[in-house]
């Protein structure tokens, strides 16, 4: 085995290791796998990483995954040398993450009744298929081209199809996708299409997409690219390192994050785990995950709104019967996640314990805002020039909630992820077209 950078089962007691190589998305007791890395990069990396901002002509220190190479190196490269690069790294001409960093928007600020100066939120909109997908899925495809895998598979609400179909496009590789059927946003469902991959429609929800997905995965040999995949979660750290580096390697007080299959929150807390162990940083940011109403299986746990027990990470010990008793009697009454942020309509979230590792370590918080709330959040980044998706309002709604319940202080130092940008057109449409909604804005004759 390759023991400077290998996969481990995130189980306490279980622990299991497995090469790099390895396509597994979870040990063979059935839990999820990180990557782990032997080596404590230096802090002097910091100024290398400042120093690609000018590119020089390599599209690898464009990107804003691959800038940071040496922090997700699990392909053992030289990260130096061009030609290495090349060889391992997919990029799509260095566009992920190229574009994202956090911003001041005033106008979202006064929404949230917190200092603009305090205030940063990071559109990943800007990434090239419209959403933070990209980050994972360049690492993910990497993994995939390191073990010779040629077919790649999916469940999606849209924007993971979008970004897996876009890579595995420029990569010469086949993408299947599976779909909830009539439950995808047509701006999504268009670029896999355009992407060409291949759609296979499935009667019921994302979870149930996912679950026919991992199967058939199994069975055809498939390279599954969703967020279980931990060579995802890898990329999707960069999205916190381009944060922090913004502000200079000094942690805010709050990362706030909306909450779907818990990837982003997952690997959030690993970066954070990783910089504090390796010293890089000298404070953890708290962790505060948005959960839309209809879809609160990670707030219900967390808050003990089911059975009265409140789920945590416990050093390694959650409750896995809680979480099994709670999908159970979700079934029994029938029961689906139902939101029009289809983005975050995820009832099973394949990442609930790697978030729930998470939300320990940076001692987090998890609530939940309306489908009214989130679209006002989506409106009110639009009025400052900027483009989200409704999963994404729920981060400014998020925000302005926490402030009045005095969780998150007014002179605190905020940053939120908006995850993606506008695909559903008809959605602000008809938000400004109704004049009872804060920020409609209709039309005059």
Not at 43 to 57: Q, V
Not at 267 to 292: D, F, H, Q, T
Not at 323 to 341: E, Q
Not at 371 to 398: H, I, Q, R, T, Y
Request: aromatic share 8%; charged share 25%; with cysteine.
């Amino acid at each position: 085995m390759q023991k400077n950078t290998y996969l481990k089962c995130i189980d306490v007691h279980c622990g299991l290791e497995y090469s790099i190589f390895s396509t597994r998305i979870e040990c063979e007791k059935g839990h999820l796998l990180d990557v782990k890395y032997t080596q404590k990069p230096s802090e002097s990396l910091k100024e290398r990483f400042l120093s690609r901002r000018n590119p020089e002509g390599s599209i690898f220190n464009e990107s804003g995954v691959w800038r940071f190479r040496e922090l997700l190196n699990f392909c053992q490269i030289d990260t130096e040398s061009i030609e290495d690069c090349a060889s391992s790294l997919v990029s799509l001409d260095g566009a992920e993450g190229r574009q994202s960093k956090p911003y001041h928007m005033s106008k979202v600020a006064d929404f949230v009744n917190l200092l603009v100066e305090g205030l940063w939120l990071q559109p990943e909109g800007y990434n090239p298929s419209g959403s933070f997908k990209d980050n994972g899925m360049a690492a993910a495809i990497t993994h995939a081209k390191l073990v010779n895998e040629k077919k790649i598979v999916c469940a999606s609400t849209g924007n993971t199809s979008a970004s897996a179909a876009m890579y595995a496009a420029n990569e010469g590789m086949e993408c299947f996708v599976y779909i909830p059927s009539g439950q995808i946003a047509p701006g999504k469902l268009s670029q896999a299409y355009q992407f060409g991959a291949q759609l296979i429609e499935v009667d019921g929800n994302f979870d149930d997409c996912l679950a026919k997905s991992l199967e058939d995965a199994k069975k055809f040999a498939g390279y599954t690219v969703n967020s279980i995949n931990p060579f995802r979660i890898e990329g999707q750290k960069t999205i916190s390192y381009r944060s922090l580096e913004h502000l200079n390697w000094k942690a805010p007080d709050w990362i706030i994050y909306p909450g779907g299959a818990l990837g982003n929150t997952s690997s959030c807390g690993k970066s954070l785990m990783e910089l504090y162990e390796w010293g890089w940083i000298k404070k953890i940011p708290r962790i505060a995950v948005i959960n839309s109403e209809g879809a609160s299986t990670l707030s219900d746990l967390y808050n003990g709104k089911f059975e009265g027990d409140e789920l945590r990470w416990n050093k390694g010990n959650p409750n896995y019967e809680l979480i099994k008793r709670y999908y159970a009697d979700l079934d029994s009454k029938g029961i689906k996640p139902k939101t029009k942020a289809t983005a975050i309509q995820i009832g099973r979230p394949i990442n609930i314990l790697k978030a729930l590792r998470a939300l320990e370590f940076t001692n987090g918080v998890v609530i939940t805002v309306s489908d009214n709330e989130m679209l006002d959040g989506m409106a009110v980044v639009g009025l400052n020039g900027f483009d989200c998706e409704m999963a994404s309002g729920a981060v400014p709604s998020g925000i302005k909630k926490l402030i009045k319940e005095q969780v998150i202080k007014k002179d605190d130092i905020v940053v939120g992820i908006l995850t993606g940008r506008q695909k559903d057109a008809m959605l602000p449409v008809d938000y400004h077209n109704n004049p009872e909604n804060r920020f409609a804005r209709p039309p005059k004759n």
